[in-house]
């Protein structure tokens, strides 16, 4: 199984990659920039069988970036977690247009209420917050992507 792995984060979520790897034998495509999470999923969208991503991406300094970018959530205050959001609408998006249906999981450190629920309007698979243990977010991976 191929899962898309978006954060920003590298040395913090390397153990959770290598963990699907070695305990679960799932491929990961490991990407930190929201430019090529779409375009990785863009050029492949049946590859993968599930995502995992990082709502809280704070790369909305770099010009590029601010396409991704939700202005009436908080008034050209430009945060990161509304990045993410708007990353996992471009996947939803690209997953519609190729009629296919892939769990994504949200992983990240969200503690305003508020910006929790906006994500759980997305409805995704799971949110998973960090930090976690390498064996609950195993098996939170392994009951989103099961075959129900």
Known sequence: MKVLFIDDDE??????????????????????????????FRNQP????AIVIDIMIPHLDIPEYKEFAIPEYFNNNYDGFYTGLKIYLNLQDLMNTN?????????????????????????????IIKPV????????????????
């Open 11 to 40: 040395l913090r979520t390397r153990p959770l990659r290598q963990g699907l790897k070695e305990f679960c034998q799932f491929e990961v495509t490991y990407v930190r920039s929201p430019l090529e999470a779409i375009e990785k």
């Open 46 to 49: 049946d590859s993968f069988r």
């Open 99 to 127: 009629e296919i249906s892939i769990p994504v999981i949200i992983l990240t450190a969200i503690e305003d209420i508020k910006k929790y629920i906006d994500a759980l309007t997305l409805k995704p698979a799971k949110i």
């Open 133 to 148: 243990y390498l064996t609950k977010f195993i098996e939170e991976i392994n009951d989103a992507t099961a075959i129900k």
